[in-house]
Nanobody, 122 residues
Framework: VQLQASGGGSVQAGGSLRLACAAS????????MGWFRQAPGKEREFVVG????????DYADSVKGRFTMSRDNAKNTVYLQMTSLKPEDTAVYYC????????????????WGQGTQVTVSS
């Protein structure tokens, strides 16, 4: 099972980036997909999650209204569209997959991508 994250980079505050997470190795229809991030010196934090089969998307308050998670079932890929980026969004972003009950707890997620760096300058 592999999750391959891509799309990170450096932008100025107010800019946008789109991250992608390509899943392979199994069918993720019965999984919860999530994005997490970890800034230097801080713990990994939940950003957004969605069931691969659809349903409500759960956003952390800090990104609500600015970030949008979507999925392309045909490509087995989930995306994180990030707009109105702020310096405090700077972090390594990870995609993850876990059981449907995974929620916001990183320890519930079984599979992790390698992480992609997002840097937002003021």
């Amino acid at each position: 099972v592999q999750l391959q994250a891509s799309g990170g980079g450096s932008v100025q505050a107010g800019g946008s980036l789109r991250l992608a997470c390509a899943a392979s190795g199994r069918t993720f229809n019965s999984y919860k997909m999530g994005w997490f991030r970890q800034a230097p010196g801080k713990e990994r934090e939940f950003v957004v999650g969605i069931r691969w089969s659809g349903g409500t998307t759960d956003y952390a308050d800090s990104v609500k209204g600015r970030f949008t998670m979507s999925r392309d079932n045909a490509k087995n890929t989930v995306y994180l569209q990030m707009t109105s980026l702020k310096p405090e969004d700077t972090a390594v972003y990870y995609c993850a997959a876990g059981p449907l009950y995974s929620g916001r707890l990183s320890e519930n997620y079984n599979y992790w991508g390698q992480g992609t760096q997002v840097t937002v300058s003021s």
